[in-house]
């Protein structure tokens, strides 16, 4: 886990407005502040229309049908801060702080799913809704830096010919090797569309508050800085992820392995956060890494005083199941507490000292941030 969180970087973020997409990859950090007259790309696979003729319609199924189908719900992200205040990731904020995502139209209402770190630390909103140009209004009502999701809300009635939302597709459907196709807006060029394959399932992530995003979906669909917050489809066009990261050696551009937060979070936290909810969830109380042989998780920190310290789980302890399913790495382990809920009890299979035991523990809830010693 500890190197995954030294590879991976966000793929959006605060920058400070009038520096260079080069500085911007050099220094590892996310989506550019570019100029505002946008370039579409075209979408693979369509065919040029010819001189004095129309261009031949896309074959149902292609990608350039399922561009066609759903670009129009997905939108360009940008924003700021007014007076000060804002965070950049390339360190210290400034007044006038900008940065540019992507995201796709959740309802008719006019909510909008994009990242967390797309908004995170601004207060100035606006988006632009397919290949339309005009740049619309929005309010952030909610987020959850623990999922890296957040959603703005715009008028619909700003929109001309109506808003027109991305099905939700299923993640427990998904299989390695399926059809995978990202629309965003790297590098500030909206409407780019890119094709790929689900290279991985059930990947942990590091969410911008430091706590672990289970099951993300790893694709080698091209995503870069600026389609943070952009939908992962599958082969129908339906929704199976919100992009937002990328593992690279040197902080730099895609490098094939792109992480999306997955559709069943989606489906779990927007509704709730949507009014301005709080998502609450379980909290073990350990940080842990996968075991020299994959069968387990090794604890390498108990926080004091949480649940499972009180339970009496020790550093040095490898945890084997978690109410009798296997726990073969620390996926696992986030994976499992996260389909649990605070106050309820899970037995934690540990091997110790060469023997093995069950440890009953009472979850918490978790706290904002990671709790240090």
Known sequence: MDAMRTLVAFLGG???????????AVAGVIDDDGPQT???APAPGATAPQKGGNAPSPLPGSV???YRRVSPGVVFVQSSSSGGGGSSLLGGGQGGNAATGSGFVYDRQGH???NDHVVESFNTFSVRVGSNQKVIPAKLVGKDPSSDLAVLKIDPAAVQGGLQPLQLGDSDALQPGDQAIAIGSPFGLSGTVTEGIVSAL???ITAPNGFPIA?????????NPGNSGGPLLDGKG???????????DNGGDNSGVGFAVPVSTIKQVVPQIQSGGKVVRAYLGVSNSDSPDNTGAVVQDVVPGGPAQKSGLQQGDKITAINDKPVLSSDD???AVNNLKPGQQAKVTVERGGGRRNLNVELGTRPDRPTTR
């Open 14 to 24: 605060a920058v400070s407005v009038g520096l260079v997409v080069g500085v911007l």
């Open 38 to 40: 946008q370039a579409s």
């Open 64 to 66: 350039s049908d399922i």
């Open 112 to 114: 909008i799913v994009t």
């Open 202 to 204: 059930g990947r942990t």
């Open 215 to 223: 099951n993300a979906v790893q694709t080698d669909a091209a995503i």
């Open 238 to 248: 339906r929704v199976i992820g919100v992009n937002s990261q990328i593992k690279t």
């Open 333 to 335: 382990v986030s994976a």
